[in-house]
């Protein structure tokens, strides 16, 4: 059985390993948890406000220094993407840190998460939705 392999289904990392996101470095992911400690509540406030709108998160984290979706750079707080959810009410983040490490985030009806993770090698920041 393969490690991570959903019950022993064969080749299942090989043929989701577009899902899997690299490793960050320790400061990285030193990094990516300073941000996250600072995001969390942001996303809280706006949940508890019923505020899950992509323009009013993007508004509210704009606020903390970060850049509006531009180029990756070490430089300043990072880069932040907002996207509005397909189906249901809410916004996805992702804040590019480092060039290893993220801030990935979500706020809809029902909650919100905050996490980190390293980057996903086809789509950065943001998990990949679909398969090959």
Known sequence: ??????DGAP????NNGFKIPRDMSPAGEEAAREEAARIEPVLK???TAKAWDAESVRAALLKLGYRNEGPDSEQGRGTLFVQAHDRNPGASVALNVRHDACVTAFVQTTNYQV?????FLETGCFEPRGGH
């Open 1 to 6: 059985m393969e490690p991570d392999s959903h």
């Open 11 to 14: 080749h299942y990392r090989e």
């Open 45 to 47: 406030r706006l949940w």
């Open 115 to 119: 996490k980190v993770n390293g980057r």
